[in-house]
């Protein structure tokens, strides 16, 4: 059974950082691209950010690029999700999630390509 546990988020006035955690138990962490997901009231959710398998080139949305730095530690089978400069936009449930394809050669944007996600961690940006 795979896990994805989420932590780090809360409230933080605009222009403020946070560092959200991904803890992942029940596959063999080093082989799966992980990503990140976010979703506001009333809207659907929307890819943040990607890191390979292979820790090499990370994806970021355009609205997050530059602000936010996706990386991992495969000793500690967690992603992380650094954030800064944060908007009142950034306001959302964040979720970690697995990709389905271990060793997947180009990695995915498409939400239907993770089949394993966390529970979600608020994200609250103040104006």
């Known amino acids: 059974q795979v896990q994805l546990v989420e932590s780090g988020g809360g409230l933080v006035q605009a222009g403020g950082s946070l560092r959200l955690s991904c803890a992942a138990a029940?596959?063999?962490?080093?082989?799966?691209?992980m990503a990140w997901f976010r979703q506001a009231p009333g809207k659907e959710r929307e890819f943040v950010t990607i890191?390979?398998?292979?820790?090499?080139?990370?994806v970021y949305a355009d609205s997050v690029k530059g602000r936010f730095t996706i990386s991992r530690d495969n000793a500690k089978n967690t992603v992380y999700l650094q954030m800064t400069s944060l908007k009142p936009e950034d306001t959302a449930i964040y979720y970690c999630?697995?990709?389905?394809?271990?060793?997947?050669?180009?990695?995915?944007?498409?939400?239907?390509?993770?089949?394993?996600w966390g529970q979600g961690t608020q994200v609250t940006v103040s104006s």
């Open positions: 999630a697995t990709d389905r394809r271990a060793l997947r050669a180009v990695p995915t944007r498409s939400i239907y390509e993770y089949d394993y």
């Open positions: 029940g596959r063999t962490f080093s082989r799966y691209t």
């Open positions: 890191i390979p398998w292979s820790g090499g080139v990370t």
